[in-house]
């Protein structure tokens, strides 16, 4: 984990509402009464892109399912922190509750830990100013897709993580848990190994249906969005291109954007969506292949 990130402050970003859908951009199905709104990134986590009339009941289900999971763990403690706002006009409660190991050898600083058996761990009541707080990010490996590599359906990987936190969080990390001993991450809570790819897949297929129209291109995520096998998301999913290359923060709590990648020896020409969740932080960048272009395909 890397800790140099820019501590977490409050970022709100600007609201962009797109032209209303009138489908499903998951399944298609129609039916103008039962879509929902799509929240192009969640609501949850700052999320201010807006695709009206977008979902149905069945497909919003689904990614709400997939969206909790990633968010409580990942995202979980640095949302209280921030005091972003949270579903049903509800408030954060006064008191968390973490996990704390303690260490048969004590060492100098305290560590953290990232997994979902905690049983080891005693639970421990703590206030929100004593809370650590951090927020995570996974690193991925670029997608199969852009090097040709065969498609393959193996399981989707997080590499490793990154880590932003508040400024003072190892002073609030060793005031709870002492010196030497293990703070638990993300609570405990269990995480699909897919989840985090099926996040980022609905956030790029959305994201390319408000930016250039449904049936704009052809669409390679819909069995991942919709919990479909064959998924394909290590060959559709992973990290930007230029991964190696640093990114530096910007102002903006989360970038999109859209373009095209096309392949020398076939003139294929693949709509990719590149999304940076908080990105204020310096957090990663990822490129999704969201389809193929064609002949409607508005030029990127």
């Not at 303690?102 to 703590?126: M, V, W, Y």
């Not at 393959?152 to 993580?161: E, G, K, N, V």
């Not at 010196?179 to 638990?184: A, C, D, F, R, S």
Request: hydrophobic content about 35%.
């Amino acid at each position: 984990m890397s800790g140099d990130a820019p501590p977490l402050t409050r970022v709100i970003s600007k609201p962009i509402t797109y032209p209303p859908v009138g489908r499903c951009i998951y399944c298609g199905s129609l039916g103008d009464p039962t879509l929902h709104d799509e929240h192009i990134i969640p609501d949850a986590i700052g999320g201010r892109y807006l695709l009206p009339k977008a979902t149905c009941l069945e497909c919003a289900n689904q990614t709400h399912a997939f969206e909790g999971r990633v968010i409580n763990r990942l995202y979980g403690d640095g949302r209280a922190y921030l005091r972003m706002r949270r579903g049903h006009k509800r408030k954060w409660p006064e008191r968390f509750t973490i996990h704390v190991k303690r260490s048969e050898k004590p060492t100098i600083g305290s560590s953290l830990e990232l997994h979902e058996n905690i049983d080891d761990f005693t639970a421990q009541e703590i206030s929100l100013d004593d809370h650590p707080s951090p927020m995570l990010a996974p690193n991925l490996i670029p997608a199969g897709i852009w090097f040709r590599r065969p498609m393959d359906d193996t399981d989707f990987r997080l590499a490793s993580l990154n880590i932003a936190t508040p400024p003072d969080f190892w002073q609030r990390a060793r005031r709870v848990a002492g010196k030497g001993n293990k703070v638990l991450l993300g609570g405990g809570r269990k995480l699909r190994d897919d989840d985090f790819g099926r996040f980022l897949a609905k956030i790029a297929h959305s994201h390319a249906v408000a930016s250039i129209g449904p049936g704009s291109f052809e669409p390679v995520l819909i069995n991942a969005i919709r919990d479909l096998r064959p998924m394909y998301l290590s060959h559709y999913v992973g990290a930007a291109l230029n991964g190696n290359t640093p990114v530096l923060p910007t102002e903006h709590l989360h970038t999109l954007q859209i373009g095209q990648v096309q392949f020398d020896e076939t003139g294929e020409r693949i709509v990719c969506v590149r999304v940076r969740l908080f990105a204020v932080y310096g957090f990663p960048a990822y490129d999704i292949a969201v389809g193929a272009a064609t002949d409607t395909t508005p030029p990127l």
